[in-house]
């Protein structure tokens, strides 16, 4: 598994808001019963995070808020610095900036946070043909204010830059290059009811409540992938639902005032989860949450149609440890229609490692099979059997965006060492191939590689990667990454060719 690469209490009483909505679901659920975000969550190990001092609801590490990657939440909105109301917690100067109290009492208090990385990248052969190299030296600053004004009601803001320069850059989008953005603006109001923890969050936010390879914070690109929308959430012991209604956002690139709500495109359903019991396989800590979800987009491409497509999904999410194995498996199916054609696909996402021994810095070997139905998306007749990948993390196959999970079939087997201390090495070798040879082989973008569809062969591609990341500090780590891209018949015989992939970056966070 890929994992490899890669919440705390609230105190709260019930809210007559928060009871108007969500008292029904409340009933049932008060009852009883993962490093680089490139990867499915990790789960191994798992202990609460210092920004998550305690847990007594739902897990935090399957309530879908985000990956822990060491100190820090990828979503830092997802942290609770309440610990460092005690000043023996606190291990140099930023930690005072993560509890502000504005009364004397702490009740209303501010935390700060921010990240600042700057990442080196080239990439020979871009898109994939006989080209000049392209070399990019990427920056991102991020700042973020989370404001409590007691414990029902919290604001979270975060603004951000992205900036870029290099060689043959091209024309870099919106999230690699960007003045200042907006990146996350809501409000949240939470209680409890019944013995479940309940809660309501509306306005611009990231939402990652699912299996990595369908909805992810990307965490590649400069700027986060975020939505504007409302989600709703009710969490038991074991038990929890989130219900949400979301749209896209298309960033600007020149300052606050150009980023604009998608109206195109709107995102909503809802994931429930449940929390096995520990000892369900033995000695385990499992997952597992079905979903339904419907994406609705006005303007959906399919090769030369653009027509108005609504699509739902149907699936199963199982993960977690069992003794010394990690798993994150998924499953679903994929119906609606695209311009009155029926749709009728499927996806399965089969991951799994094994730590060699019980030591916790023990190697560990692993495998992701990955399978994504394709079909009628090209020659734009009969059912359409392509796969949607919603926004899922696609440097999970490559950092240089050329595989997603759309008519294909990816087998990658890995492993992990640790041969010092907080420093970690994985390798890993993907064959990636295309189960229906009639249909495109699809970039992560979306689009298909151009005249795919008419060339024979189902071998795509077969891939080396390596990454090695030393955490120097809590808040600092040195990543470098390299991969190779080796075009087989899919992609060679309709003129594409091999590519390199070469990168460090420091990233620090506070």
């Not at 990146?183 to 939402?207: H, K, L, N, Y």
């Not at 492993?415 to 699809?442: C, D, F, I, S, W």
């Amino acid at each position: 598994m890929y994992s490899n690469f890669n919440r705390a209490e609230a105190k709260v009483t019930r809210g007559v808001t928060v009871r108007t909505l969500l008292l029904g679901a409340t009933a049932l659920l008060a009852t009883p019963a993962l490093a680089d975000p490139a990867a499915p969550p990790q789960v191994t190990g798992t202990k609460e995070a210092p920004a998550t001092p305690s847990v007594v609801g739902y897990p935090a590490i399957g309530n879908g808020e985000g990956t822990v990657s060491g100190k820090y939440n990828v979503s830092r909105w997802a942290e609770d610095w309440r610990l460092m109301r005690d000043p023996a917690k606190r291990d140099d100067p930023f930690d005072r900036l993560k509890f502000l109290p504005l009364t004397p009492q702490g009740d209303v208090y501010l935390t700060l946070s921010g990240e600042f990385r700057f990442r080196v990248q080239e990439t020979t052969n871009p898109d994939l043909r006989e080209r000049e190299a392209q070399r990019q030296d990427r920056t991102r600053v991020y700042v973020g204010a989370d404001l409590h004004l007691g414990e029902h009601v919290r604001f979270y803001g975060e603004l951000a830059h992205a900036g870029v320069s290099g060689v043959n850059i091209g024309t870099p989008a919106a999230n690699i290059t960007n003045r200042l953005t907006l990146q996350q603006g809501f409000g949240e109001i939470m209680g409890r009811i019944g013995g479940a923890e309940v809660g309501v969050r509306g306005g611009r936010q990231e939402f990652s409540d699912g299996p990595n390879l369908l909805t992810s914070v990307r965490d590649d690109p400069t700027l986060h992938f975020v939505l504007d929308g409302v989600r709703g959430y009710v969490r038991g012991k074991r038990v929890r639902a989130d219900v949400f209604d979301l749209r896209y956002v298309n960033y600007g690139s020149e300052g606050l005032g150009d980023d604009r709500t998608d109206p195109s495109r709107r995102f909503s359903g809802v994931t429930f989860g449940y929390a096995l019991p520990a000892d369900f396989l033995g000695t385990s800590k499992l997952f597992f949450d079905p979903f339904v979800w419907r994406l609705r987009n006005r303007a959906a491409v399919w090769g030369r149609q653009t027509a108005r497509e609504e699509r739902m999904f149907y699936g199963l999410h199982l993960y977690g440890d069992v003794d010394r194995a990690t798993i994150d498996w998924t499953v679903n199916y994929q119906g609606g229609d695209f311009n009155d054609r029926k749709i009728s696909a499927w996806q399965a996402f089969i991951a799994q490692t094994w730590r060699v021994s019980k030591a916790a810095t023990a190697p560990r070997i692993g495998v992701h099979v990955d399978y994504a139905s394709g079909g009628g998306g090209a020659s734009g007749q009969g059912d359409l059997r392509t796969s949607s990948g919603l926004y899922g993390n696609n440097i999970y196959y490559s950092y240089q965006l050329f595989l997603t999970p759309t008519n294909l079939l990816a087998i990658s087997p890995n492993v992990t060492v640790q041969p010092v201390k907080n420093l970690r090495v994985t390798g890993e070798y993907t064959m990636a191939y295309r189960p229906n040879e009639n249909e495109a082989v699809y970039r992560a973008s979306g689009a298909a590689f151009a005249n795919t569809q008419n060339v024979a062969g189902k071998h795509i591609a077969d891939l080396i990667r390596m990454q090695a990341v030393w955490a120097l500090t809590p808040r600092i780590s040195l990543t470098g990454r390299y991969e190779h891209m080796m075009v087989k018949d899919a992609l060679a015989k309709a003129g594409f060719k091999n590519s390199d992939f070469l990168a460090g970056w420091v990233s620090f966070r506070f």
